[in-house]
């Protein structure tokens, strides 16, 4: 019986195998393509341009940096990192990740660990990062319900919990077209990767 095909073929010819990522498969330039055109929400956001990963990814980053400001480039390239995998497996909003079930976590757990390594990051993070990148996240998933995807406030304090004013300050979600998204995505990981050196 043929086994089913479980690579993919991305834009910079490297063949990645979803079952077992290697690090040398991995190019910073397809994971920001790649998010450029994946829409968070499901595509439910107000304006003419889909809200992408990328523009999330680059949200969290600098939160994250906002509230960790003595921390290592590296534990912010973890965070512009942080929803790398969705570059081939899509952003599936968390009612659809806890009917997949636990295939969905390891398939994620894999590719993430591949992306650290491939950059110079352990495969798994420090506990104490990864919260930090989490709270993060979770400011940006607030945002972008008030701002973007029409929940009311109420609705987004129950369901992300709401940020402290002063974190808000000056994060204004502005979408951009995804060429654009993609071009900042590429130069952000090159500067965090050049204060790594």
């Not at 400001?69 to 081939?88: G, R």
């Not at 972008?144 to 204004?172: C, H, M, N, W, Y």
């Amino acid at each position: 019986m043929k086994q089913p095909r479980a690579w993919q073929r991305m834009l910079s010819g490297r063949r990645l195998d979803l079952l077992d990522p290697t690090p040398v498969d991995i190019e910073v330039e397809d994971i920001a393509h790649g998010l450029a055109f994946v829409a968070r929400w499901n595509g439910q956001t107000r304006g003419d341009w889909p809200y992408s990963v990328a523009e999330h990814s680059l949200l969290v980053e600098r939160i994250f940096a906002q509230q960790n400001q003595v921390v290592a480039p590296k534990w912010c390239l973890a965070a512009l990192l942080h929803d790398a995998p969705e570059y081939v497996i899509g952003d599936m909003i968390s009612p659809v990740k806890s009917a997949v079930g636990p295939g969905y976590s390891e398939l994620d757990a894999r590719l993430t660990a591949a992306v650290h390594l491939r950059f110079g990051l352990p495969a798994v993070l420090p506990a104490a990062i990864k919260k930090d990148i989490k709270s993060a996240d979770k400011i940006s998933a607030w945002l972008e319900a008030v701002q973007i995807a029409g929940f009311t406030e109420a609705e987004a304090d129950k369901l992300f919990g709401r940020p402290e004013s002063g974190l808000l300050r000056g994060l204004e979600i502005k979408l951009r077209a995804p060429a654009d998204v993609r071009a900042e995505f590429v130069a952000r990981h090159s500067a965090l990767l050049a204060l790594m050196t």
